[in-house]
């Protein structure tokens, strides 16, 4: 219905038109509250540069249906107060370009790499060119880098970075959440996660998914089957919350260190990489990159040289990047020790300073050829 006479008082129109001007302004706005309550406009927002997760009209009708002392209450308001719409993080050429830094660190996850450039060229052909990989396992030994890559990965595209720790993960309900009608119950992780990205698409690792364990009434993995698949993952229900929340953006990412304890099902909804173990040659450079890494993340790293000598890295590259950082971080203590009486103001490390500890490290090798 068009409208276009300007209705400046009710003495300037006859009776009848005022009172249907009236009424289309009040179904208009009627309309709009409705559209806003499920979540189809979200206020100040461009709905085409986010997503909307969950429908507010859902938490307000369930609210309402909450009696006193409720513990799931307080959670839906809170929800309220969030809101239900998320940015998309979207593919820029200075975010594909940033990709190539990180073959640079990480070598032994070209692979992965190749993907996530391509799999987002795809997704820049056509809007909302929203970051998306379809699930991703890593399957490779422990400490060789997965979580330090993911970390990268997420900061390079800007997305946002979740962890879980299935290895010590025995119900679905860490990640999917437990009813808030028994004493403990609470939301999961996938459902806090999203709720506290700031974007609908951040990355969550499920880290050592192999390692889950449990039974069949309460299998770690059970929420999977459909979290994994993007059309059911867009009505999603966390057990504590009791909304459907839209997932669908979700990047997944999971590490396994043997293939063989992952359920053929779970597997099948996996784009499955084997991560090996850096050659000599590559380690050289994952080692001054773990080093590096190590000083951005404290402040004492404005003290150290920024480079590590070729004498260091060679006492290094039989390690793996987890003990790599560890070793890095003893040898920086061994420094400051010796020089706690001088006046320098920059430390070096030095061969010396790389102290291999006592657990069969000495001339351990870790698979190089």
Request: glycine share 6%; with cysteine.
């Amino acid at each position: 219905m068009e409208c276009n006479k300007v209705v400046k008082s009710k003495s300037d129109v006859s009776p009848n038109v005022f009172d249907d001007s009236m009424m289309y302004a009040v179904d208009l706005l009627d309309n709009l509250e409705d559209n806003i309550n499920d979540g189809e406009h979200p206020i100040d927002e461009d709905i085409n540069e986010g997503l909307v997760i969950f429908k507010l009209q859902d938490v307000h009708d369930l609210i309402v249906n909450q009696g006193r002392g409720s513990n799931l209450k307080p959670r839906l308001e809170a929800m309220l107060k969030e809101g239900n719409w998320r940015r998309l993080a979207k593919v820029t050429d200075n975010r594909l370009n940033a990709l190539d830094n990180l073959r640079i660190k990480f070598p032994n996850f070209e692979a992965v790499i190749d993907r996530y450039q391509k799999s987002l060229l795809l997704a820049s052909l056509s809007e909302p060119m929203s970051i998306y990989v379809p699930p991703i396992l890593l399957v490779g030994e422990p400490g060789i880098g997965k979580t330090r890559f993911l970390k990268d990965l997420s900061e390079t595209l800007d997305v946002g970075f979740f962890h879980a720790d299935l290895a010590t993960t025995t119900a679905g309900f860490v990640l999917a959440g437990s009813s808030s009608t028994w004493a403990e119950g609470k939301p999961g992780l996938v459902s806090d996660s999203l709720r506290k990205s700031d974007v609908a698409n951040p990355i969550i690792f499920l880290d050592e998914i192999d390692k889950a364990s449990g039974d069949s009434k309460y299998d770690p993995l059970g929420c999977l089957y459909s979290l994994l698949e993007r059309e059911t993952a867009k009505t999603f229900q966390d057990e504590a919350l009791q909304v459907e929340m839209n997932c669908s953006g979700i990047n997944w990412v999971a590490s396994a260190n043997y293939i063989d304890n992952v359920p053929k099902p779970i597997q099948s909804r996996f784009i499955i990489y084997d991560i090996q173990i850096p050659s000599r040659e590559q380690m050289t450079l994952v080692s001054k990159s773990v080093y590096r890494d190590l000083l951005s993340e404290n402040s004492w790293g404005t003290l150290f040289e920024g480079e590590l000598t070729d004498d260091v890295v060679l006492r290094l590259v039989e390690l793996s990047p987890r003990e790599q950082k560890r070793i890095l971080y003893g040898a920086c203590c061994e420094v400051a020790f010796r020089n706690k009486n001088s006046k320098v103001s920059t430390f070096s490390l030095l061969a010396k300073d790389i102290i291999l500890e006592s657990l069969q490290m000495k001339v351990r090798t870790i698979g190089f050829y």
